[in-house]
């Protein structure tokens, strides 16, 4: 079977078909794949049936992989490029992150070197009444940058966003009841707030992206921080806009890749914790596309 592309026909998001990801893609295939990425942001690959070791191999091939040492208890025995997320307890612990990504953010635009892709493998998907629960939601950074005001554009050019990791921890305890505990004076530390240009140059498309998201922006950095909390809280209202915005439903077997320059995401918490989600996931970094000194 030939690699079958199909557009949602939404603001992002496209289906792969014909491509068992198990196995080394062709570097035609790889091509493909990375051309779907920059038109669609999001693309789904479904019944696909992969361990561990064979969800890293294939993320590899997107780019270098990211070992989230915060939540080691987390990672897949034997392979620590896989991180676990799920709810499900087992004698009593955690088996996973059972909270992850839900809000509106970008995978490690609070890093030095930022994301270019995550890739997740839905292994468990809640269901309630026949629909599936747990959707993940995304919104199109290269229309919320061609749409921005020119007046927007003039004043942000050339300017950074302050990026820190507390911003979305905090939020996680404070606003949706999170048990995670307070990050210690060391973790704080260890993931120093970062800046990086507000817009970006897409590395798949070449067009410019509004690169800021209401998990981890703290701070316009050029700005009084009156017109820098006026402008934060305008980008934010801006880049939810309804046009934007794409929801990807689950089935299990779903391996979902998305890149993380033009979207910025939310995982939909519509499920109670009797009703399972086991998803595996691998983070793939963008230092094939930019140097730290870029950023
Ligand atoms: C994430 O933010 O990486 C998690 C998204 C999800 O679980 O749907």
Known sequence: MTLKVTASGEALGATIEGLNLARPLQPAELDSVLKALGKHGVVRFPRQELTGRELRD??????????NVASHAYQEPGVPEVMILSNIVENGKPIGLADAGQGWHTDMSYSRMIAFANVLYGIKIPRRNGETLGATQ??????????????????????SVLHD????????????????PALTEAQRKAKPPVSHPVFLRHPLTG?????????????INELPE???????????EHQLKPAYVY????EEGDVLVWEDIGTIHNAVADYGP????????????ANRYFREDEL
């Not at 294939?58 to 070992?67: A, M, V």
């Not at 990791?165 to 995670?180: C, D, H, I, L, T």
């Not at 009797?274 to 970094?285: A, G, I, L």
Request: charged residues 35%; hydrophobic residues 40%; glycine residues 4%.
């Open 247 to 250: 929801t990807s439903r689950w």
């Open 226 to 236: 009156k017109e820098s909390d006026e402008m934060l809280e305008f980008l934010f």
């Open 58 to 67: 294939f993320s590899r091939q997107l780019g270098d992989l990211e070992i």
């Open 138 to 159: 995304f919104s199109n950074m290269q229309a919320a940058y061609a749409e921005l005001p020119a007046d927007v554009k003039k004043t942000l050019e050339g300017k």
């Open 274 to 285: 009797d009703e399972h989600r086991f998803v595996k996931r691998c983070q793939v970094m």
């Open 207 to 219: 067009k410019r992206v509004l690169y800021a998201n209401p998990g981890y922006a703290m701070r």
């Open 165 to 180: 990791f507390n911003k979305f921890w905090e939020m996680m305890r404070r606003e949706k009841g999170s048990k995670r």
